[in-house]
């Protein structure tokens, strides 16, 4: 398999020389081969959601170093990397834009880290495929394409944005909590469309996630981070084999550090 993300000694400390620095990552080094679907989770303040800003560049790194596909990406801004990255945040408001119709947002999904001219960007051809992406939610969206996405709900909404991640195939697709502020039903809906456009399109992903019993059922990996630095990684059968008491137990080994209750494995 060939190497889609290494992530060589990334460290990142906020505040640094006062009374309050923080080391959000303390010298990172991951690896992923194309295609692998990693589940990241760790304990509160582990590190887990600066880590995946600094690969989209919204955190800036105090070192280390960022090669996707092949290319160094380290110093590139944001909008440089858009094109490569897909990216879905936690909150549904924050991937895509309120005020802009469905069909306009896929259409900016479509362009994103290309130079555009936005007004020429919802052609006919377009329109066709849209509608067949959005069938494939199930959620009758795709007879709903001139609706604003501010008049979606939260399910609807993270899972166009999902669509909107993975419409140009990025190199990686980072997932930031994006089921924790869906309802129960909504996140097992939006959990099965993300398991079946990263295995349809094969793509090199990392799920955040506070669900112990999510992070082992789901993905082909599993990363478990504490303090800013990776303590376990586990795949194939011996990720099969976990349970939450097992991995609970795991942190403690792994990490020196106790837990108060399984539910101590939060997202930052």
């Avoid at 909008?79 to 900016?108: F, Y």
């Avoid at 969206?141 to 993270?158: F, I, K, N, V, Y």
Wanted: glycine letters at 12%.
């Amino acid at each position: 398999m060939s190497v889609a993300l290494e992530l060589r000694g990334l460290t990142r400390v906020f505040n640094r020389g006062g009374a309050d620095a923080t080391t959000a990552l303390a010298g990172i080094d991951l690896v992923l081969e194309a295609g692998d679907f990693v589940t990241l989770i760790g304990s509160n303040g582990a590190g887990k959601s600066t880590l995946l800003r600094c690969i989209t560049g919204h955190e800036t790194l105090d070192s280390g170093r960022i090669v996707l596909d092949g290319a160094d990406i380290t110093g590139l801004p944001v909008h440089r990397r858009a094109g490569r990255i897909g990216r879905i945040a936690q909150d549904p408001r924050e991937s895509s834009c309120a005020s802009m119709s469905i069909a306009e947002n896929l259409a900016m999904a479509t362009l994103r880290g290309q130079s555009r001219g936005f007004g020429r960007a919802v052609t006919a051809s377009r329109r066709g495929r849209f509608r067949d992406l959005l069938a494939e939610t199930g959620l009758g969206l795709e007879d709903r394409m001139e609706a604003r996405m501010g008049t979606l709900s939260g399910g609807q909404r993270q899972a166009v944005a999902l669509l909107m991640a993975t419409l140009a195939e990025p190199g990686l697709l980072l997932l930031d909590e994006h089921l924790a502020a869906l309802d129960p039903r909504a996140a097992g809906m939006v959990m099965a469309l993300t398991a079946s456009r990263i295995a349809v399109h094969r793509l090199t992903s990392i799920m955040v996630t506070h669900d112990m019993q999510a992070a082992i059922a789901w993905g082909d990996r599993l990363v478990m981070m504490h303090a800013g630095r990776v303590v376990l990684d586990v795949r194939g059968a011996e990720k099969s084999a976990l349970t939450v008491p097992g991995l609970v137990e795991r942190f403690r080994a792994a990490s020196g550090a106790a837990l108060a209750s399984d539910r101590a494995l939060l997202t930052l």
